[in-house]
């Protein structure tokens, strides 16, 4: 059974209108991650909750905006998506932060903008 | 800022061949994971080093950590297609968040 788990897998959206991303994870976990993987590039990550401590990356875009109303969902907002956004999102959850324990992916969504 | 860097960035073998993917930095990392990434899904972790030297096997995978803990190595042992994907390598630098390198893209022809 699917233990991180995205929707939706595929969605497109016009230039400018606003999109939301939803994960939720089974694992109980406290970390959730969200990463943008462009074609053929590592994932980048966007920002990450701590349980509710959220934490964003300094290069991260104000176009995008995230939310953890609990330990199992974790949403990402973007604003006003521009072509350069249409990439894949990834949600990822840990145990806690570190490389002791392993990240844990959903099978992404991929956002298309035209 | 730590980085990693992976090569090569494209591999297209024939099945049953050997290789070996690198992942390389100017930092030291705590650990360093590996992750394979098929199309269309997340990645999946196949395996975590934590000690310089450590050399880890899963069947016909071989990962190692270098042993001043800025470099490791994935080796495959006589290709399959399924082994087709994109290798990731990521990092943890001492309690900051995991650092991805740009991934190796594997071909593996039947």
């Known amino acids: ?114 | 800022t730590q980085l990693l860097e992976q090569s090569p960035q494209f591999l297209s073998i024939q099945e049953g061949e050997n290789l070996t993917v690198y992942c390389n930095s100017s930092s030291v990392f705590s650990s360093l994971q590996w992750y394979r990434q098929e199309p269309g899904e997340g990645p999946v972790l196949l395996v975590t080093v934590v000690t310089g030297g450590e050399v880890k096997k899963l069947k016909r995978l071989t990962f190692q950590f270098g042993d001043a803990r800025k470099d490791s190595s994935l080796h495959i042992t006589a290709a399959q297609p399924g082994d087709t994907g994109l290798y990731l390598c990521a990092g943890d630098g001492y309690g900051q968040n995991f650092v991805f390198g740009p991934g190796t893209r594997l071909s593996v022809l039947p």
Not at chain 1, 1 to 11: F, H, K, T
Not at chain 1, 24 to 33: A, F, G
Not at chain 1, 104 to 109: L, N, R
């Open chain 1, 1 to 114: 059974d699917a233990m991180v788990i995205q929707n939706p897998r595929y969605q497109v959206t016009q230039f400018g209108k606003p999109v939301t991303l939803s994960c939720s994870q089974t694992l109980n976990h406290n970390v959730m991650y969200w990463y943008q993987q462009k074609s053929s590039q590592a994932p980048k990550l966007l920002f990450h909750y701590y349980d509710k401590d959220f934490n964003n990356e300094a290069d991260t875009p104000d176009n995008f905006q995230s939310r953890r109303p609990n330990t199992s969902f974790c949403f990402l907002d973007i604003r006003s998506p521009g072509l350069g956004d249409a990439a894949m999102y990834l949600c990822a959850t840990s145990r806690d932060r570190g490389m002791t324990g392993e990240l844990f992916f959903g099978e992404g969504s991929r956002l298309t903008v035209l």
